[in-house]
């Protein structure tokens, strides 16, 4: 059986390039990429962020995947969409460590690798009654409800056992469901955005309806679930809020020795069964304190 040869790095198959060397899904090398990285689900909250900036030096778009880079207050900033849900985070995070970690051309990773700040601006759903619309909610944790981090090797080592344990007894959790792995944020950009907004766990879904205990025409398997989460507490630290990315974010980021931080702006509160009745507002308030906080002096 014919073997790889590693000195000629990388296989095509596993390390995907365009013609020009750009990774393959979100069409960007390593130049193309601030330090600073802002991940949005929707495609048209880019050009939201981006209006901000002060110059835009950069764009692409391939599939779901629209980049701008430019400059606000002087910072360079890198904007991408990632579209909805861990798998396309499983896709952008490894693609974007590709980009500044892997040297395109000789398909060899760098000895020196860059560490990016990724921070994830979102819209959320809050789970307790005293986090209201257009509140803004900083994730300590995230809760992984979707499955993706345990195909990769040494996911252990980020996991915080301690939380996932107490979460599984907590809510009876269904063996065949997927595991409840659990990663914090990491501790500095924390500590830099919670002390200018509430904070909590984020429970990250692997879908919008039943996994998030909506029922239209199909029941769900768990009614109580949203109760359930909103009631689970450890070391006085709540599940504040649900959506569909960070624990993925968290936890790749952090095999990848990259800092990562969710912030989202609450658009529906499951508890008292309300939504925003502004969405362009809500965003407004989201991309603006963020950006603020982001380009502050420590």
Known sequence: ????????????????L?????LYHINLKNEDIADDVILVG???????????????????????????????????????STGIGTDNIDIVLNEL???????????????????????????????????????????SHGIGLDGILPYYANWETVNENE????????????KNFPFPYCVSADNNLFAKFSKKMS????????????????????????PQLNDLLATFALNNIRITNFEMETSA????????????????????NRALKNFTTDYEKSIEILITACLDTLTEKN
């Open 1 to 16: 059986m014919l073997q790889p040869n590693p000195m000629s790095g990388l296989a095509e198959t596993e390390l995907l």
């Open 18 to 22: 365009t013609a020009d060397h750009r």
């Open 42 to 80: 929707d495609q048209g909250r880019v050009e939201k962020i981006s209006a901000y900036f002060d110059t835009i030096d950069f764009k692409t778009a391939h599939r779901e995947f629209i980049t701008h880079t430019g400059t606000y207050k002087g910072k360079r900033i890198t904007v991408i």
């Open 97 to 139: 460590d590709a980009a500044v970690n892997i040297n395109p051309l000789t398909r060899h990773i760098n000895a020196n690798k860059r560490q990016l700040n990724l921070y994830r601006l979102g819209t959320s759903g809050s789970l307790q009654a005293d986090l209201p619309v257009n509140a803004l909610v900083c994730s």
């Open 163 to 174: 939380l996932t344990q107490a979460f599984i007894k907590h809510c009876h959790w269904p």
């Open 199 to 222: 904070f909590g766990i984020t429970a990250t879904a692997p879908g919008f309806y039943g996994p998030q205990g909506r029922e239209l025409r199909l029941k769900t398997t768990i």
């Open 249 to 268: 974010l968290y936890g790749l980021g952090k095999l990848l020795n990259h800092r990562c931080l969710t912030i989202c702006v609450i658009i529906a």
